[in-house]
C-alpha cells in the first residue's frame, strides 16, 4: 500500500536489510538494561520482573 500510496520505493530487500541489522546487533554485544521508567503502581498484582527489576 505504501508503495501505491506513497510511490515508495525500497533500497534494501527484507532478507538483506534484515542480515544487516542483525550483523548490526551482534556487533554492538549484550548492553545491560536500563529501566528508564520506574513502576507507577507498585501493589501485590504487579508482576516480580516489574517490581524487583529482575528484567
Known amino acids: 500500500k505504501a508503495r ?10 527484507l532478507e538483506e536489510g ?5 550483523d548490526w546487533i551482534k556487533s554492538r554485544g549484550p548492553r545491560p538494561f536500563l ?5 507507577e503502581i507498585d501493589g501485590p498484582l ?5 517490581s524487583k527489576k529482575i528484567l
Open 4 to 13: 501505491r500510496l506513497l510511490a515508495y520505493q525500497p533500497k534494501v530487500k
Open 18 to 22: 534484515l542480515a544487516i541489522m542483525i
Open 35 to 39: 529501566h528508564n521508567v520506574d513502576l
Open 46 to 50: 504487579a508482576p516480580k520482573t516489574w
